[in-house]
C-alpha cells in the first residue's frame, strides 16, 4: 500500500486479546501506518508489535472510560482518522456506553470505515481502494426518501 493511514484501535478489557492477536498477525502492515489508541489498548500494542521489532508510529490517548474513545471521535471529526478498529465487549455492559456510542456515530456520520471484529478489520486494511485514485468515497446523504422521485429516476435510466 502507498498511502500511510492513521488507524484507530479500541479494544474494551474483554477483547484486548483478540486485538492483540489481530495486531500481530497485521504487524507487518501497522508497520507502515500511523496508530492511535486508548490507554490501555495502546500501550498492550505497543508492547506486542514491539516484540516483533516494529515501532510505527503511535499515540495512546486516555483509557476509553475516562474520555479516550471522545478523543479518537474527535479526532474523526477533525478528519485525522482514515480508519478505526473498535472491538467491543458485546457481552458486558460498559459503564461509558455513551462515549461508545459517540464514536461508532461520529464514524458513520464522517464516513470513516470502523470494523468491529477482525474479520472487517482485515477485509478493510486489505481493500485495495486506499490506493485507487479513481475511487471517491461517497458521503452519507441524509434526506428523506421520496420513493416517487426515486422511481421516476428509475423509469428515466438514471
Request: glycine share 4%; charged share 25%; net charge negative.
Amino acid at each position: 500500500m502507498k498511502r500511510k493511514l492513521r488507524i484507530a484501535l479500541v479494544a474494551h478489557d474483554n477483547r484486548k486479546v483478540d486485538m492483540i492477536d489481530w495486531v500481530i498477525y497485521n504487524s507487518t502492515f501497522l508497520a507502515e501506518h500511523s496508530l492511535v489508541c486508548t490507554g490501555t489498548t495502546g500501550t498492550l500494542v505497543k508492547e506486542a508489535l514491539a516484540s516483533r521489532g516494529v515501532y510505527p508510529q503511535m499515540q495512546i490517548m486516555t483509557s476509553g472510560p475516562m474520555g479516550g474513545d471522545a478523543e479518537i471521535a474527535a479526532m474523526v471529526v477533525r478528519k485525522e482518522i482514515d480508519m478505526a478498529v473498535f472491538l467491543i465487549d458485546d457481552l458486558n455492559a460498559q459503564p461509558h456506553e455513551a462515549d461508545i456510542m459517540m464514536l461508532l456515530r461520529q464514524c458513520r456520520v464522517h464516513n470513516v470505515p470502523i470494523a468491529c471484529n477482525r474479520y472487517s478489520a482485515d477485509l478493510m486494511i486489505t481493500s485495495n481502494l486506499w490506493d485507487d485514485d479513481e475511487y471517491i468515497s461517497m458521503n452519507p446523504h441524509y434526506e428523506v426518501f421520496d420513493r416517487e422521485k426515486h422511481e421516476a429516476k428509475l423509469n428515466r435510466g438514471e
